[in-house]
């Protein structure tokens, strides 16, 4: 009688930890395929190990979506979607139009994880797996990615449009933006240090190196040597396209020289310098990430799984898609 009694007790003890894990993560939990797709982990990452080596900004470009993803209507693969029928593309939406690339390898881990297991993994759990592999891959930190998402059958233009801080919003307004998606002023700072790899376009920097205000001025919190340095391939107009790393010194490694740059005002973006010249909570974050890569790598993992747990569909919504570009 007390055996049983302890027993019960023990499997009690055993299985509570396991409950209060899925609650935090929404429903979600790092073992969801373990059965049903013990390879998926694998096959992922070998597409994106392949995909990096051959080209290494693929890995800040596949960070880059799922974000763009998580912020529009939760991380639930609706900015895989192409237009068609009722569908209007979240792809031609201005921070994706021209800019958000990697569907291409989306779709090969796609194809392979259908061939091993049919039906069964979800876009949005391959895209933020994929942005866990990039992540390590180009030298960051490692985290357990919680699973089990599902796939949205709609998109959201006008989420994409509104949700998605410009590179020129305030502070404030950025802030914002993440406060809406349940992220605070540290997973902000942490998450911009994503900037540490991969490119931006003229056009999303030019303003500050011409007319930051509206006055004809520009922006003086941008080094004015490295300003004049970016001119030259950043004409008044046209070269829109023209790439730049958002990280000078070291473009495709991940790790905190991000927010050195910040702190001798070579932050690319005027995003990336706000973050130490209009907040101090902030700036305080900027300087702490900028002298210990460690602290900086551990919030950074925290965070990502914050942002990839945001408003998930799973059980019986949504879907899990066959082709990431279309709904069944
Ligand atoms: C805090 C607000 C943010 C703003 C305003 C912002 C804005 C931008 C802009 C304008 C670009 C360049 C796009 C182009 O010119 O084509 C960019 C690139 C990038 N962003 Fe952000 N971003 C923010 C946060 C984030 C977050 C949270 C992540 C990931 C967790 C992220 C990851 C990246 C990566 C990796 C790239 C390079 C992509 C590539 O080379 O293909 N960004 N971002
Ligand atoms: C931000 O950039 C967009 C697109 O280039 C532009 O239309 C808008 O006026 C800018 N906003 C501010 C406050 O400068
Ligand atoms: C700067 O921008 C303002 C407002 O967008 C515009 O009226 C002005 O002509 C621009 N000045 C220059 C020198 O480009």
């Given amino acids: 009688m007390a055996l049983s009694k302890s027993i019960l007790l023990l499997s009690l003890l055993a299985l509570s930890p396991l ?5 935090s993560n929404g429903g979600l939990s790092p073992q969801f395929y373990d059965h049903s797709c013990p390879k998926v982990q694998e096959i992922v990452k070998s597409v994106v190990a392949k995909a990096v080596a051959k080209e290494a900004r693929m890995a800040a470009s596949l960070l880059r979506l799922h974000f763009h993803d998580c912020f529009v209507k939760g991380c639930d ?3 895989l979607l192409d237009s068609s029928g009722g569908i209007i593309s979240e792809k031609r939406a201005n921070p994706n139009r021209n800019s958000a690339r990697g569907f291409e390898v989306i779709d090969e881990i796609k194809s392979a994880v259908e061939k091993e297991c049919p039906q069964t993994v979800s876009c949005a759990d391959i895209l933020t797996l994929a ?9 960051g930190p490692s985290w357990e990615v919680p699973l089990g998402r599902r796939d949205a059958k709609s998109a959201s233009l006008s ?14 307004t950025i802030l914002t933006k993440f406060k809406l998606k349940g992220l605070d002023v540290v997973d902000l700072v942490a998450l911009s240090g994503s900037h540490t790899i991969g490119n931006a ?5 030019r303003q500050r190196l011409y007319n930051q205000t509206g006055n004809g001025q520009p922006d003086y ?14 004409p008044r107009s046209g070269g829109d396209q023209n790439l730049f790393f958002l990280d000078f010194v070291s473009p495709t490694k991940f790790d905190n020289n991000y927010y050195k740059n910040i702190l001798v005002s070579k932050g690319l973006l005027n995003s990336d310098q706000v973050l130490l010249t209009k907040n101090e909570a902030s700036m305080d974050l900027v300087k702490k990430y900028a002298e210990n890569s460690q602290i900086f790598f551990e919030q950074f993992a925290k965070s990502m799984v914050k942002m990839g747990n945001i408003s998930p569909l799973t059980g019986s919504q949504g879907e899990i898609r066959k082709n990431c570009r279309k709904v069944n």
Avoid: E, H, M, W
């Fill in 159 to 172: 989420g994409s449009n509104n949700n998605i801080p410009a590179p020129n919003n305030t502070f404030q």
């Fill in 19 to 23: 409950c209060f894990c899925q609650q």
């Fill in 221 to 234: 919190s941008l080094d004015q040597s490295y300003a004049a340095q970016l001119k030259t391939r950043c």
């Fill in 77 to 79: 693969a609706s900015i």
């Fill in 201 to 205: 376009r003229c056009t999303s920097f």
């Fill in 131 to 139: 942005a866990r592999d990039s992540t390590v891959l180009a030298g």
